[in-house]
């Protein structure tokens, strides 16, 4: 019977604690910002060459739904170039980078780097083209 109970209380204090932690990282500026630095960190394009030292959270945003931000990081590269280039040939140059991260209650909804690339699934934003522009503006009016 003591065992029982001790267990209960024990799981009780797990489920109180994985839910302030779960709270606490979707939530909170600082746990979006946590997830935003860590999905950063992991991303192809950092992997691949990121400066370590160079890595820094520049400006948080707050944005209009409640619980969302804007999360603006800048790090160097020890190349040019984006992804995991291993079989590529690089330009060995460093290459300031600029990521913004959207975040809506701990999910990632945007994921920027330089304005050019997108990191959630590791390719180039396709530009707009005239046509696509032109029919964007006839359907505004």
């Known amino acids: 019977m003591k065992k029982t109970k001790l267990l209960a209380i024990i799981v009780i204090i797990l489920a109180i604690v994985l839910t302030i932690a779960f709270f606490t990282l979707n939530y909170t500026k600082e746990g979006n910002a946590l997830i935003a630095t860590t999905f950063i960190k992991n991303e192809a394009t950092y992997k691949f060459d990121g400066i370590p030292e160079?890595?820094?959270?520049?400006?948080?945003?707050?944005?209009?739904?409640?619980?969302?931000?804007?999360?603006?990081?800048?790090?160097?590269?020890?190349?040019?170039?984006?992804?995991?280039?291993?079989?590529?040939?690089?330009?060995?140059?460093?290459?300031?980078?600029?990521?913004?991260?959207?975040?809506?209650?701990?999910?990632?909804?945007?994921?920027?780097?330089?304005?050019?690339?997108?990191?959630?699934?590791?390719?180039?934003i396709e530009p707009p083209t005239p046509s696509t522009t032109t029919q964007r503006q006839r359907a505004k009016r």
């Open 54 to 124: 160079s890595f820094k959270l520049t400006d948080t945003v707050p944005l209009k739904c409640m619980y969302c931000w804007e999360f603006h990081f800048e790090y160097q590269g020890r190349n040019s170039g984006y992804g995991d280039r291993t079989n590529a040939v690089v330009n060995p140059v460093i290459t300031n980078h600029t990521a913004v991260i959207a975040m809506e209650k701990g999910t990632i909804t945007s994921a920027v780097l330089d304005n050019i690339w997108d990191m959630k699934v590791q390719k180039l």
